[in-house]
């Protein structure tokens, strides 16, 4: 077996996964392992969200204050996701969806939805060497709470219809990575309960 096989167990799954959580929550590094894991695709919303402010030619910061102004930004970004969710959840194939809003967008059609966090402090330094300083970060994070709750009448902070809620804090990178890798491999639909009942959210006005 190879080095890399062992490092990174494949697992063998159709499920469409989610992932959210504030920035800092290690929802990146989850995701791109569980994306080579599991031989899939992984949409960020970070990710479309930087190419809406390339496409302008504005900084992160930039976009963030432009969202604040206007529903615009906001809504464009979740009727993408929202429009990837609807694709793969018809695919039958294994994919990803990582954003703020991710277990929301996606619904029903998500197999499992999970939700990371961390103590705020833990957040800020592992954001240290990216582009957005922290200050920044909890600024956005309080904006970005402020306009859900105005454009869609939802509370970030009700985690309640998550699947799986981790605080990535309290275990290594490879750690969290096998607690999620347990749940994909160990989640039988013929044994499934049921999930919490999300209800869709009013993208256009």
């Not at 960020?44 to 390339?54: K, L, P, Y």
């Not at 039958?92 to 954003?99: A, D, G, H, R, V």
């Not at 402020?146 to 309640?160: M, T």
């Amino acid at each position: 077996m190879s080095e890399k096989a062992t490092e990174i167990p494949l697992i063998d799954t159709n499920l469409f996964i989610t992932v959210s959580g504030p920035p800092g929550c290690g929802a990146t590094t989850l995701c791109s392992r569980l994306s080579e894991s599991m031989d899939c695709p992984y949409v960020s919303g970070g990710d479309i969200f930087r190419e809406i402010a390339e496409n302008r030619d504005m900084t992160l910061t930039q976009l963030g204050a432009k969202a604040q102004e206007s529903d615009e930004i906001d809504r464009a970004l979740d009727r993408r996701l929202r429009e990837i969710a609807e694709e793969w959840g018809m695919a039958n194939k294994p994919f990803i969806l990582e954003s703020r809003l991710a277990g929301r967008l996606a619904g029903d059609r998500a197999d499992l939805r999970i939700y990371l966090d961390a103590p705020e402090e833990v957040r800020k330094k592992r954001i240290e060497n990216r582009e957005e300083t922290s200050a920044e970060m909890g600024v956005r994070e309080v904006g970005e709470a402020g306009r859900y709750q105005s454009y869609y009448e939802i509370d970030v902070g009700d985690l309640e219809f998550y699947d799986l809620h981790l605080n990535t804090a309290r275990w290594s990178q490879r750690g969290v990575f096998e607690l999620v890798r347990t749940a994909i491999e160990e989640y039988d639909p013929g044994v499934d309960e049921g999930a919490f009942e999300t209800e869709a959210l009013e993208i256009d006005q």
